[in-house]
């Protein structure tokens, strides 16, 4: 695709086209500058079939903010809407609404506010709420869903994966079977999520880490096939990287032939004054392979050397990996506990696609409308009671407990204080039958979550560094009950609407059903 078409196809238009024939009709029905608000939210967490997500990990918001900031409608934007004809032949877009795109053709005038990347986020519960002309807001919806769904589904996989490791650091090897370029928001999330870092070379310094590799099955096979076997590719290697050394130890024979190969090189190193860094595992039992690997190492001296393993690696395999370690290794006389703490993982595939998982079920609903001086809540039914949305203009507090864990988001109408009352009542989005009711000296913390991010188009501030976002993801996991974060049938979190939002979305409820 040469530079000119991907300005296109990746700038303004990076929209599906029932978008643009919308904000026509708003434009020729006089509604393109009315103001309007809408809410992204999830209906529910990954569900990877053996194992579920209790929680999701938001991210993708810069990414999104950097698009608006750059993407604007061009001159080759106009000219290909003039060109859309419909079925009949006749064109699809006028000149009066064209002239007005070209003239209106960035974000000012739209505001968001958010939640912070890097939060964990729960379904129901608005994640990005945007506000300003109905127009303009309708355009961004594609956007922003694809900036944000799929990077907060790769945030949580590996903040998944990075609980499951037990602080064993992460690297995301998933470049080459992710979603073309898109693996580079994969890598970004991961990151966020908690992987150290990442085989892709060119985000990953953009990002401001080192990458992150060792080397191919492929210089150990040609090195076989020169006649200098499997201990000259090690050698060479060492030669080359004698402080970065890496080995990959599976080509031939693990146990009889390449951890005793790497023992050698690594001997070799040593006397030579250098510390090598470990071996790689990629194929087999993982688990025996690194028992038996860390009893050899152990025995030469290099007991502090780490060992990676790769190959088809979730949570739920690392999990077992480490289950299998803990009651297997005794046997071997090998301190289980002192083997997980040297363990890394390079995690490809599964955290790259969320495999299991394709797809995050984040969506856009127009929830209010400036009307009559103020905000006119808006509601859309449904057959199923799950897709009925949540109107009206809203706040979303995070509830602490005793304990300052998570205990409940609280979704209420703007305006609204109910922390200040003696207790509150907690409704489910969807169920009535499902009520609580907290009193305020449960309650240890409050928390609002949606903050600023974009004032009238304009970025409301400075980017937040990666290490910074990790960080709060890792704060924001502590403070959840461990059912939460279990891997297989996780506790239930609550999400909850206040008594007035429950009212006011039962009453709108009724009124459209009457109409």
Known sequence: MRESQRAVAEGFLFTDQYQLTQAQLYFRHGLADRQVQF?????NYPDYGEHQAGYAICAGLEWLIDWMESARVTAADIELLRSHTGRTGSRLFGDDFLSWLEAEGDWSGLSIDAVPEGRVVHPNAPITVVTGPLAKAQLLETSLLNHLNYQTLIATKAARVTTAGRGGAVFDFGLRRGPDTGANAGTRAAMIGGAASSSNAGITHLLGRQPAGTHAHS????????????LGAFRAFAELYPDDCILLVDTINTLE???PNAIKVFEELSADGHDPIGIRLDSGDLAYLAIQAAAMLDAAGFSQASIVLSSRLDELAIWQILTQIEEEAPRYGVDADHLIGRLVYGVGTRMITSQ???ALDGVYKAVAVESN?????????SDSIEKVNTPGSKRVWRLYDERSIATADLVGLDGEDPVGAESIALHHPTRAESFRRLQRSEISEVAELLEP????????????P???LAERCRADLDRLDPGVKRLINPHVYHVSLTESLWQLKQKLVHETERT
């Not at 809410?39 to 209906?43: L, M, P």
């Not at 210089?219 to 076997?229: D, H, I, R, S």
């Open 39 to 43: 809410d992204h939210f999830f209906r």
């Open 219 to 230: 210089m150990v096979q040609l090195f076989m096939a020169l006649g200098e076997g499997e």
């Open 257 to 259: 032939s390449g951890v």
């Open 356 to 358: 299991g998982a394709s």
């Open 373 to 381: 001086g103020g905000w006119t809540p808006m509601i859309k039914l």
């Open 453 to 464: 991010a974009v004032a009238n188009g304009v970025r409301a501030n400075d980017p937040v």
């Open 466 to 468: 990666l290490d910074e």
